[in-house]
């Protein structure tokens, strides 16, 4: 039996959609039943078929990125009309991780705890954010028109972010590694 074939068709076409929608593929997923983190099946099957799974989305027109360090796969398009919308929502997802960041290390803890489930951001947080004049008018200017709810929307749609209940949100591996790389170009800069 080829690798090919060792693999369902209906898991595929989930991975394929979860790319679609502009998503990341985490290691780990929030389980709002049982409230935490759980091995998400698509990231294990994409571990465990890695070469099968790049030469796929090669012939698709695209290249499968494994990040190793944020524990991540995501797909880069290599069509340059592709490349503008891709941009854009990079700025935004940079944008967002920033005013998260800047508030968090200005509240005097240390940005690890964004990535954890039992810490992240709190109710408190989230309303200094939303309630804050600066961080509105910079999400506005990254066409974020009702301000924070819509950006960690942004996030969430995309696992780069996790709801871990009402008024509690935690940064994924991903959402940290980007995170991380934005403060290591910042402290280069």
């Known amino acids: 039996m080829s690798e090919f074939e060792e693999i369902l068709p209906a898991h595929s076409a989930a991975i394929y959609r979860e790319f679609q929608a502009g998503r990341v593929i985490v290691r780990d997923v929030w389980d709002s039943n049982r409230s935490e983190l759980r091995a998400n099946p698509l990231y294990n099957l994409l571990y465990n078929h890695l070469s099968h799974f ?32 891709h941009d854009e929502n990079a700025f935004r997802v940079q944008v967002i991780l920033l005013l998260i960041g800047r508030y968090f290390a200005r509240s005097g803890r240390d940005l690890e705890y964004l990535g954890r489930p039992d810490a992240g951001l709190n109710e408190q947080d989230l309303s200094a954010l939303a309630s804050d004049e600066e961080c509105q008018e910079i999400l506005r200017a990254a066409r974020f028109e009702k301000g924070l709810p819509e950006a960690l929307d ?6 780069l972010l996790f709801r871990a209940g009402a008024g509690r949100c935690f940064l994924s591996s991903a959402g940290m590694y980007f995170l991380q790389e934005l403060v290591r170009e910042f402290e280069q800069g």
């Open 54 to 85: 790049r030469t796929f989305y090669e012939h698709l027109g695209s290249e499968l990125v494994f990040n190793e360090t944020g524990a991540f796969f995501f797909l880069k398009e290599s069509s340059d009309d592709e490349n503008e919308e």
């Open 154 to 159: 942004y996030l969430d749609k995309r696992h």
